[in-house]
């Protein structure tokens, strides 16, 4: 148990050191250096609560912050899955006080020692009822979710799609409809950092400068806002990929930032917010909902390539019927939807009191317009994909792949019975010009080949030749 306790412990001080070490390092370089490390240490810890999701208050007004920046979380999840999968692995969950949850425990004592070290005064200060729960609440999910892994257990919807009626039901397409999401979601990321890169070349180009105009104030100042820059810029990443869903983002009460049209008023001075577009309609910046298009094909591609019973984790499964296709195309979408929303959550929030408490996308509306457009390109392109699968290994009127056969199996079957079949045919074709008549079979079945109707030798013998060879004798037979 008190191995597993350190291990907590030490995957908490790895990642506020992670955040500590550049905030004290920009506090050496201040002028203000001899004022004492109790308000940069504060300033560490506040930020690290702030990135699992706790609230703070800032300033002598108690403002309350609670944009989380992701690229915090982001470290604080991997490092607890990592060392949650190793305890689960070694000695899997108990009961009690061993494993998982001595690591959970661990992690938390460093977080109530963070939170009460930040409760006193100081520019940024924790709220310790609301900022523990929180601390709580991720580091159990992240140690869970790496104590899944480690014991293989499955997760997702395969149960929910195992209680659909047998017509609508995608054989072992729980994994299919996890990776169809991800890489959606991955889709949906990478347009969202498209659009920040095309916003900060646009500016760079067009806009004077406005970002470059900023860092204009010394080199503390300067790797100060570039520092806080990296570390929100997965939030920037995923506002850009709500302005391409459609619904777009908030930066102040009253305030919209859509393909639509733009409408602002006064923006804190901040690198990012000086990518924002111009106020106005959207007119070219329609365009960006082409993205959600194009990241929705893949999807449609490996759903449709399962749906047509080739390369899926559930190999030697015959193909799923249209209405299993369809319904792993919604199933993706929906869990698509669900992840737009949680994350639109957490990338948004509220930077002050008033006008500026609201920050970020809408989560229901991102996460209804990430599940629509999945599911608009998703099911029209799975079908797509089956039908053209399906075609090509030629089960369409009916037949049943053998199992264990993949598509390009059944292909090479049937080119080399194509193969066969134009062989006969021109060995058909040679007897008829030298006069000879040919024995019945597939290609030459009529009266006038000697079929069964004409009287001749049908399939399988030939006559006075050889039984069962379809070939006819030397001797010529006598009429």
Known sequence: ?????????????????????????????????????????????????????????????????????????????????????????????????????????????????????????????????LDLPAVGLLAALATAAGVRSARLVPSGPGPLLDRLPPRWRPDDGAAVVRRAAGAAGAGLVAAGGVLVAVAALLDAATGGGRGMALLGGGPTAVLGLLLLTAVLLPNAVLWGAAYALGPGFAVGAGTLVSPGGTALGPVPEFPLFALLPQEGPGGWRLAALLLPLLAGLVPAVLLGRAAAGGRSPAGGRG???????????????????????????????????????????????????????????????????????LAAAGLLAGQHPAHGQGVYARLAEQTRRGALLLRAGTYALVLRLSGRRPAAGPEAGGPEAGGPEAGGPGVGESGDGEPGTGRRSATPRSR
């Open 1 to 129: 148990m008190s191995a597993d306790l350190l291990t907590g412990v030490r995957t908490a001080l790895v990642g506020l050191s992670v955040v500590g070490v550049p905030v004290l390092g920009l506090w050496v370089m201040t002028p203000y250096a001899d004022a004492g490390a109790t308000g940069a240490t504060r300033l560490a810890g506040a930020l690290w609560l702030l990135g699992h999701g706790a609230p703070v208050l800032r300033g002598e007004a108690d403002a309350p912050l609670t944009v989380t920046p992701l690229l915090i979380s982001a470290l604080v999840v991997v490092r607890l899955y990592r060392a949650a999968a190793g305890v689960g692995a070694r000695r899997g969950p108990r009961s009690r006080w061993g494993g998982p949850v001595a690591l959970w425990a661990g992690y938390c004592a460093v977080a109530v020692a963070v939170a009460l070290h930040c409760a006193g005064g100081g520019q940024f200060r924790s709220r310790v009822l």
């Open 319 to 389: 193909p799923w019927p249209p209405g299993a296709t369809v319904a792993a195309a919604v199933a993706a979408a929906l869990l698509l939807g669900a992840g737009a929303a949680v994350l639109g959550w957490l990338s948004g929030g509220a930077l002050a009191g008033g006008r500026m408490a609201r920050l970020g996308p809408v989560p229901w509306w991102t996460g209804l317009a990430a599940a629509g457009w999945l599911a608009v390109v998703a099911v029209p392109g799975a079908l797509l994909v089956r039908h053209r699968g």
